[in-house]
Structures are given as structure tokens and as C-alpha cells.
């Protein structure tokens, strides 16, 4: 498996890319959700404190203008 290099910019959490690189595992036995398929992934760090049971009723946030950042 090669490493997986994120940009510099912009920059992401430790569990966004976690969370990425456990789904990019090419061995679909080791990737995230081949066990508990989408609860195991629901129950990935990168989705705490998310309530799943009210998901459609909540507001999403704000993204990031990317363009402004430079």
C-alpha cells in the first residue's frame, strides 16, 4: 500500500483523514465498514457527536470558501 500524501492546504482533522485513508484501503477485507458495513462507519472518530437518528433534521454547516483562504 503507498502512502497517502494530503496537500498542505487547506487543512483537514486528523480524523477526516483517518477516516479517508481507512476507507481507501485496497483490501476490501480491511477496509472500514467490511465488517459492520455502515454502522461500523457511522461509529468512525470523525462522526462523533453525531446523532444519526435526527441527521434530516439538522442544519448543515456552513462550508468554507475556499477562494477566500488564499
Given at each position: 500500500m503507498k502512502n497517502l500524501k494530503f496537500p498542505d492546504s487547506p487543512l483537514g482533522s486528523l480524523q477526516a483523514k483517518d477516516?479517508?485513508?481507512e476507507l481507501l484501503v485496497k483490501e476490501t477485507e480491511n477496509r472500514l465498514?467490511?465488517?459492520?458495513?455502515?454502522?461500523?462507519?457511522?461509529?468512525?472518530?470523525?462522526?462523533?457527536?453525531?446523532?444519526?437518528?435526527?441527521?434530516?433534521c439538522a442544519i448543515p454547516p456552513k462550508l468554507?470558501?475556499?477562494?477566500?483562504l488564499r
Open positions: 477516516f479517508i485513508r465498514g467490511s465488517e459492520k458495513g455502515s454502522t461500523e462507519i457511522k461509529r468512525h472518530q470523525f462522526f462523533e457527536g453525531l446523532n444519526w437518528a435526527l441527521i434530516r468554507l470558501d475556499f477562494n477566500e
